[in-house]
């Protein structure tokens, strides 16, 4: 999923202060799922906003809503009926929710609510960890289905680097090396021969290092 | 004209600290008639969100009570309590308000005499804070 935060509140405040009338718009996907923008957190971010700005004698209306999805202009349209009350819209989604709403309603500011963060796994309750980079052409067949690209400080390909220490990076003691965790895996798949495939020098340009990327799937296409 | 009361709401779990306000009422232990008493199935079942719409809508001071540390019936729902009350601390300290107007709570079911205290000092505590910013200038909540 993708992970985001939600934005300091001193921050939304200030984006905040020319509107008095706003619709605090969820979404139900990644950042439901990450407890960053779901029906739940507008509700919290809905009351901290009012009570922040009358505390401060401002009055703000702040309405509710989440959408299946915000990043799909299907679910997007649903806002086409109502939109025209509001001065703003406050957007709890990932960057492309915000993005996709701004696109449908270009004379509506939309403003982000959260730091849109990584492509990330749970670990465990209250705990994501990226796992994802989108690099655009997946190795994971060749490291043990541990992603070098990911969760690899220096995203390198072929073995550690002499930051490998006990299991652990150097970057952070707590994080896991990377091509540990590929090397136990590939051992204990019974392929540690792929260890010493040599993997050629990768070409980002599939990444984002060959500018914004799209896909176009002409059989999906109407 | 004397200062309105403080209003207080108070999410009681169900196993313990509601049977405990229970019993300091038939012990007849006097505690303040403003403490508005919500009875939960646990103390974990209440939510930031439940809090936070509690101080929205106006009480002055929300306390969350349940069972003492290692004796959550549903096992660790006290602890999860907790961590919102912090969290809902932590935002009404974002926004100036004081944090302190969020507390928590550990009672047993047996302990009338607790509740009664705690219920009493949480209400002294939020008079001295004086009312929620939203009702400054009303004796009404919204």
């Known amino acids: ?222 | 004209m004397s200062a309105p009361e403080p209003i207080i709401v108070a999410f009681a779990c169900e196993y313990c600290a509601y049977t405990a306000a229970d019993m300091a009422g038939s012990q007849q232990l006097s505690y303040p008639t403003n403490v508005k008493i919500i009875k939960v199935p646990c103390s974990g079942k209440v939510d930031v969100q439940h809090i936070l719409r509690a101080l929205q809508k106006g009480a002055d001071g929300v306390l969350v009570a349940g069972c003492l540390p290692g004796d959550c019936h549903f096992k660790s729902g006290n602890q999860r309590a907790l961590r919102r009350v912090e969290m809902v601390q932590g935002l009404l300290s974002e926004i100036g308000w004081e944090p302190q107007r969020v507390a928590m709570a550990h009672m047993s079911a047996g302990q009338g005499q607790v509740f009664a205290r705690v219920a009493s000092e949480f209400t002294e505590s939020i008079r001295q804070l004086g009312l929620n910013p939203l009702r400054r200038g009303s004796s009404q909540a919204a």
Not at chain 1, 44 to 61: F, V, Y
């Open chain 1, 1 to 222: 999923m993708i992970t985001a935060e939600r934005k300091p509140i001193q921050e939304i405040l200030e984006y905040l202060t020319p509107f008095s009338r706003v619709l605090l718009l969820g979404c139900n996907e990644c950042v439901t799922v990450c407890n960053a923008g779901g029906r739940k957190e507008v509700g919290i971010l809905a009351s901290t906003l009012t009570m922040a700005r009358r505390k401060e004698g401002l009055e703000i209306e702040v309405e509710e809503l989440t959408l299946e999805r915000q990043c799909d202009p299907e679910f997007v349209e649903e806002l086409a009926r109502i939109i025209d009350r509001y001065e703003a819209v406050l957007s709890m989604a990932c960057g492309c929710g915000v993005q996709t709403v701004a696109e449908r309603f270009p004379t509506v500011p939309v403003l982000p609510m959260v730091n849109t963060e990584f492509m990330g796994a749970s670990e465990r309750q209250g705990v994501w960890a990226e796992r994802c980079a989108g690099c655009g052409d997946c190795v994971l067949a060749y490291t043990g289905g541990i992603c070098p690209v990911a969760r690899c400080s220096k995203r390198i390909f072929n073995g550690p680097c002499g930051g490998s220490s006990k299991g652990k990076c150097e970057i952070n003691p707590e994080m896991d090396c990377a091509w540990q965790l590929i090397w136990d895996r590939l051992k204990a798949l019974g392929q540690s021969e792929l260890y010493s495939h040599i993997m050629p020098a990768k070409d980002w340009r599939s990444a984002r290092d060959g500018g914004p990327r799209r896909i176009v799937r002409r059989d999906l296409q109407p």
